[in-house]
């Protein structure tokens, strides 16, 4: 497919410019003002589409790093696969994600995942995907295993846990550190204090304290400030090894970033569109059924959501740069699923829909709130995730050279989110009933029109798994001003 967008405000996380672009074999072939169709018809390997984008945003497809589909959390099984989640992705403006791989058995080996997934995702993804290796015990073998991974299978990022079933004490914390420092590739972890929860749950549910709001209160910010702070102690240990700091949700762990940054350490961090938008009241949420606080199930994740002081200070790290990515942690579960946990808070599983949001979430609530320029948002939500992953000029900008993963942006269209219009399989949609100002209206994956005005149009397996580069190659694009 040949396709020539006309009239639009290009948008990367630098500059925008008023351009045409021409699309070619998947690659964006051609960025001037005033491209005429006569002129690439004859270059076009197939048909010219052309499409008129006078006044709206072209920007490069959202690169949402943090999703979990197909994933099994013990107590569950999540409804969205790799087709159902990135469909989603695409309808919400994302061309590439990247998905944190679930545990396997106990003591199995990191391609043991990697293989699984490879099969969950290969046939069914309509857009471009890769994973994270996730790292559940540490011994010779997973740490001489990071090498192939890194190398031969192109997963340059890996994940561990301070909490939950497969958490690494400090000790195995830091032999992966310091491997993954040796090979380029980035720690992802999810800090909490483990048994600061395990503390605070058990006196809770020892007094019959079992409500969704329990769940919030038995993970206080504490808890997971407690643990950025560890991590980012542990990475100077291990010869200032990169660190990435998964959804971050307050504001106490933030100015501990804040200070690492002040003195030069690469710490890096994401927050998500929930951690901003919802507060810990969405807990409290009741309806009039027999089960006072069955709609605050809907929230249960973890890290919980804050009150509102904390969605300010996110904010404020987003504009101040100390926050380097927005993603979602994509986790979707159904209604039915969710009230497991009318039995008691512990029962219900983690994770609620997202892929979807995002974009039109920050586009919005940031861009067009004014909390935010339209390049950062860009920067946000695109070109510093694929940066950081490995992605970059690939995807993450928009240039010649570069996959024609775009989006067309309508900053007219006024959308109410509602699940009735959502792709996940899950029966909600967390953030219903907020009015957004400018929607995606065109998403393009290598050069294929694959959304249109909000009807999908692209195919099972049409998405590619992409290999990324390690870090010293990431770090020359990446500059922290
Ligand atoms: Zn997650």
Redesign the pocket.
């Known amino acids: 497919m040949s396709v020539l967008i006309k009239n639009a405000t290009l948008v990367n996380a630098d500059a925008s410019e008023q351009s045409d672009v021409f699309i070619n074999n998947g690659l964006i072939e051609r960025i001037e003002p005033d491209i005429h169709s006569a002129d690439v018809n004859l270059s076009a390997s197939s048909p010219v589409e052309v499409i008129d984008a006078s006044g709206k945003y072209i920007i490069p497809g959202g690169v949402d790093v943090?999703t979990?589909f197909n994933i099994d959390v013990g107590i569950a099984q999540s409804c969205d696969d790799f087709y159902s989640g990135t469909v989603s992705a695409a309808c919400g403006g994302t061309t590439t994600i990247i998905d944190?791989m679930g545990f396997g058995p106990a003591g199995c080996s990191l391609h043991h995942q990697l293989e699984r997934y490879h099969e969950y995702a290969c046939d069914s993804a309509v857009i471009d995907y890769s994973f994270h290796g996730t790292i559940q015990h540490i011994d010779d073998s997973i740490l001489d295993e990071m090498e192939s991974m890194v190398l031969d299978e192109g997963i340059s990022s890996f994940k561990l846990y301070l909490t939950y079933g497969f958490k690494l004490d400090d000790t195995e914390v830091l032999a992966a550190l310091s491997r993954l420092n040796q090979l380029n590739a980035l720690t992802c972890v999810?800090p909490e204090n483990d048994g600061a929860i395990r503390f605070l749950k058990n006196r809770m549910l020892a007094r019959g304290l079992k409500d969704p709001i329990y769940h919030a209160l038995s993970r206080p910010p504490e808890c997971e400030a407690e643990a950025v702070g560890r991590m980012i102690n542990l990475a100077v240990l291990a010869g200032d090894a990169p660190v990435y700091i998964?959804?971050l949700s307050n504001g106490i762990g933030l100015e501990y970033i804040r200070q690492a940054h002040q003195r030069g350490q690469p710490v890096f961090a994401e927050t998500c569109p929930q951690y901003l938008q919802l507060d810990i009241n969405r807990y409290n949420e009741t309806c009039s059924g027999d089960f006072p606080a069955d709609q605050g199930l809907k929230y249960i994740m973890s890290p919980p959501l804050r009150d509102s002081d904390h969605l300010k200070q996110l904010w404020h790290g987003l504009q101040d740069g100390t926050i380097s990515t927005v993603a979602t942690?994509h986790?979707a579960f159904t209604m039915e699923q969710k009230r497991a946990g009318r039995d008691g808070f512990q029962y219900c599983p983690n994770g609620m829909p997202g892929v979807e949001n995002r974009i039109p979430l920050m586009f919005s609530e940031g861009v067009m709130k004014g909390r935010l320029s339209i390049n950062h948002f860009v920067d946000l939500v695109s070109t510093k995730p694929a940066q950081l992953f490995g992605l970059y000029p690939r995807k993450g900008v928009i240039a010649e050279g570069s996959d024609a993963d775009l989006v067309i942006i309508d900053p007219d269209c006024e959308v109410t989110l509602s699940q009735s219009q959502m792709h996940s399989r899950s029966d909600y949609c967390p953030f219903e009933g907020m009015t957004l100002q400018g929607y995606p209206v065109m998403t393009l994956s290598r050069g294929k029109i694959i959304v249109r005005n909000g009807v999908f149009k692209g195919l099972a397996g049409d998405g590619e798994f992409i290999p990324r580069e390690t870090l010293n190659r990431c770090f020359r694009y990446w500059n922290r001003s």
């Open positions: 943090h979990h944190h999810h998964v959804h942690d986790c």
